[in-house]
Each structure stands twice: as structure tokens, then as C-alpha cells.
């Protein structure tokens, strides 16, 4: 693998003609294809191809049911007015059905893996005739499937996995040697509005790898809807990434005078640089107190509210 390109070395203009022309060697009058999400790293990637190929890219948001509310048809408005062509395809019942009965955080990220590459987004590719696939992997995804931190949900070759092999198309990764500040810089020069290329970083199992035990259409839901809360109440904070997470198990809660068993929502909220360490911010109680009165009135049957103050490492920044 080529050598990190790290911030203070990397010179955005140059690394964008570079990787444009390699883009181009690569696919040659062919067809490249990649799935959008929206975070950081796969709309950089979707504006470098853009530039690299035009028409001969084909972008595709694919809608799992695990995403923010409103995000996918968001996404494609944003990059349509930048004049990238995106589809919206419909995937909902496919990922839960995968995910159904699975509680096991690395069987979830496994089932989300090859539910998008091998079954929705390999039959994607098929249609399309594309023979490569142009992808958002970064420095930081490589090293944390490696180490066996957590297997990154777009990681094969490092792990000896053969995507012509195993799902018919060769993986093109242009920003494989940079981290998120770089990515981001890369972003701003490409021309990304600052809400894209400034938003905080979001797993690529998304709401999934947010709920601990399975990922139901319910349990989802939860999750999505104090997703909406704590990003609009920390969105100032300044901090490098913030979540809410669903715990698996049940507490006992009061409501009206009478015991009720509820949900126990996780706040997360970190300052970091590259995502490889990572501390707790120090919210005010204030904050903490708005946090925990919004989530136990605008979320049904939630009943305990937390703050992780564990830094990374030992802790990691999501929780599944």
C-alpha cells in the first residue's frame, strides 16, 4: 500500500489531478460505478469520479433503512445541484431481512457486508455492465480491520478477499492514504459544500452499528429518532463526533407513579483528529441535562439517558 499522505504534507490540487488521472488509467472508456452515502469519505470519492469520469460514473444511494431520517433523498438533492446524477434505490426489506435474529456485532457487520456488495449492490453492478467499483476507504478503516479492532464494512483486500473473485468487480480506493482532516481538506478543494465536507463521521453499517443486540425496524426507529435529537443539540459543540446509541437490554423506569420497563439510550461525544484516539468532551451538565429531557419526551420508551466517559482507547468511538 502506498504511504499515508498526511495533512501537513498533502497538497489538495495536486493530489486531485493525480488521482483523477489514475481514475481515469484505470477505468479507460469503461463504466465505474459507486454507492453514496453522504458521510465525508464516499462524497468526496463521488466528486473526484464525477470529475474523472462525468456521465461514466453511475452513483447510486442505496436506501437500507438504516440511515438518518430524510438522509438518502437529502443526499441526492445536494449532489444533483452539483450536477452529479444520483439514483435512489430501495433496499429497506433486504438489510432487515439479513439482519433479522442477529445480535452479534461482527455477524451484523458481516450480514450488512454482503447484503450490500454480493446481493443489492452486486446486482446494481450487473445491470450497470460497470467493471469497478470506486470507493471511499480510508487509512484509518485499513488499520482498525487489521489490528482486529472492528472489521470496517469496505475492507477486503487487506484481508486477503479477491473483489473480482468474490463479487465480480475490481475496488478502485483513491483516498486509501489519507485520514479524515485530509479527507476533508480534499473535500473543501473539490468543492463540496462545507455541510458535506464538515460533517461528522458516520459508520458505513450506519444506524446498525448504533443499536447493541439486533437491529430491528423498531429498534432502528429508536435509535433514528434520538439520532435526530442529539446531533441537533450538539451540532455547536464543536466536537469531532457525536451519537446516540440504543442498549440492548431493558431498564426499569416510572412513569405516572407506576414501574415501566424502557429503552436506555448511550450518549457518545468525542474530540479527536484522526479517529485512532479519541477523548470525551466535557459537556456541561447543562447540555447533558437538555440532552437527557429531549430524548425522555420526543423518543417513546425511553427511561434512562448516559454519558460514555471512557476514552479511546480502551473504548472505540462507535459501540458496535
Same mark, same amino acid.
Given at each position: 500500500?502506498?504511504?499515508?499522505?498526511?495533512?501537513?504534507?498533502?497538497?489538495?490540487?495536486?493530489?486531485?489531478?493525480?488521482?483523477?488521472?489514475?481514475?481515469?488509467?484505470?477505468?479507460?472508456?469503461?463504466?465505474? %460505478?459507486?454507492?453514496?452515502?453522504?458521510? /465525508?469519505?464516499?462524497?468526496?470519492?463521488? +466528486?473526484?469520479?464525477?470529475?474523472? !469520469?462525468? &456521465? =461514466?460514473?453511475?452513483?447510486?444511494?442505496?436506501?437500507?433503512?438504516?440511515?438518518?431520517?430524510?438522509?438518502?433523498?437529502?443526499?441526492?438533492?445536494?449532489?444533483?445541484?452539483?450536477?452529479?446524477?444520483?439514483?435512489?434505490?430501495?433496499?429497506?426489506?433486504?438489510?432487515?431481512?439479513?439482519?433479522?435474529?442477529?445480535?452479534?456485532?461482527?455477524?451484523?457487520?458481516?450480514?450488512?457486508?454482503?447484503?450490500?456488495?454480493?446481493?443489492?449492490?452486486?446486482?446494481?453492478?450487473?445491470?450497470?455492465?460497470?467493471?469497478?467499483?470506486?470507493?471511499?476507504?480510508?487509512?484509518?478503516?485499513?488499520?482498525?480491520?487489521?489490528?482486529?479492532?472492528?472489521?470496517?464494512?469496505?475492507?477486503?483486500?487487506?484481508?486477503?478477499?479477491?473483489?473480482?473473485?468474490?463479487?465480480?468487480?475490481?475496488?478502485?480506493?483513491?483516498? %486509501?492514504?489519507?485520514?479524515?482532516?485530509? /479527507?476533508?481538506?480534499?473535500?473543501?478543494? +473539490?468543492?463540496?459544500?462545507?455541510? !458535506?465536507? &464538515? =460533517?461528522?463521521?458516520?459508520?458505513?453499517?450506519?444506524?446498525?452499528?448504533?443499536?447493541?443486540?439486533?437491529?430491528?425496524?423498531?429498534?432502528?426507529?429508536?435509535?433514528?429518532?434520538?439520532?435526530?435529537?442529539?446531533?441537533?443539540?450538539?451540532?455547536?459543540?464543536?466536537?469531532?463526533?457525536?451519537?446516540?446509541?440504543?442498549?440492548?437490554?431493558?431498564?426499569?423506569?416510572?412513569?405516572?407513579?407506576?414501574?415501566?420497563?424502557?429503552?436506555?439510550?448511550?450518549?457518545?461525544?468525542?474530540?479527536?483528529?484522526?479517529?485512532?484516539?479519541?477523548?470525551?468532551?466535557?459537556?456541561?451538565?447543562?447540555?447533558?441535562?437538555?440532552?437527557?429531557?429531549?430524548?425522555?419526551?420526543?423518543?417513546?420508551?425511553?427511561?434512562?439517558?448516559?454519558?460514555?466517559?471512557?476514552?479511546?482507547?480502551?473504548?472505540?468511538?462507535?459501540?458496535?
Amino acid at each position: 500500500m502506498n504511504k499515508e499522505i498526511t495533512l501537513q504534507e498533502l497538497n489538495a490540487n495536486t493530489f486531485i489531478r493525480e488521482k483523477v488521472d489514475e481514475i481515469r488509467k484505470i477505468v479507460g472508456d469503461g463504466i465505474a %460505478i459507486n454507492a453514496l452515502s453522504g458521510g /465525508v469519505d464516499s462524497s468526496v470519492v463521488t +466528486l473526484l469520479g464525477h470529475k474523472a !469520469l462525468g &456521465s =461514466r460514473l453511475k452513483t447510486v444511494i442505496i436506501e437500507n433503512g438504516l440511515m438518518r431520517e430524510g438522509e438518502p433523498l437529502q443526499v441526492a438533492e445536494m449532489f444533483r445541484n452539483l450536477g452529479v446524477n444520483v439514483e435512489v434505490v430501495d433496499a429497506r426489506n433486504e438489510f432487515f431481512k439479513a439482519l433479522k435474529g442477529i445480535v452479534d456485532p461482527e455477524e451484523k457487520r458481516e450480514a450488512i457486508t454482503s447484503t450490500f456488495y454480493r446481493d443489492v449492490f452486486g446486482r446494481i453492478v450487473r445491470e450497470s455492465r460497470a467493471k469497478f467499483l470506486l470507493q471511499g476507504t480510508i487509512l484509518t478503516d485499513i488499520d482498525e480491520t487489521v489490528a482486529g479492532i472492528k472489521r470496517q464494512h469496505n475492507v477486503f483486500e487487506q484481508l486477503g478477499i479477491d473483489p473480482q473473485k468474490a463479487f465480480g468487480y475490481r475496488i478502485i480506493e483513491p483516498l %486509501i492514504q489519507l485520514r479524515k482532516d485530509s /479527507v476533508r481538506e480534499v473535500g473543501r478543494v +473539490l468543492g463540496l459544500p462545507s455541510e !458535506l465536507f &464538515s =460533517r461528522i463521521p458516520f459508520p458505513g453499517p450506519a444506524l446498525a452499528a448504533r443499536v447493541i443486540g439486533e437491529a430491528t425496524p423498531e429498534r432502528i426507529e429508536t435509535v433514528r429518532r434520538a439520532t435526530t435529537i442529539v446531533e441537533r443539540i450538539l451540532k455547536t459543540s464543536g466536537a469531532f463526533q457525536y451519537m446516540a446509541i440504543l442498549h440492548e437490554d431493558r431498564v426499569t423506569g416510572m412513569r405516572d407513579g407506576k414501574r415501566d420497563f424502557g429503552q436506555q439510550v448511550e450518549i457518545r461525544c468525542w474530540d479527536s483528529v484522526d479517529a485512532r484516539t479519541a477523548t470525551p468532551v466535557r459537556l456541561s451538565f447543562e447540555i447533558l441535562e437538555r440532552l437527557a429531557g429531549d430524548l425522555i419526551r420526543e423518543v417513546p420508551g425511553v427511561v434512562s439517558v448516559t454519558y460514555n466517559i471512557a476514552p479511546k482507547p480502551p473504548s472505540t468511538i462507535e459501540a458496535v
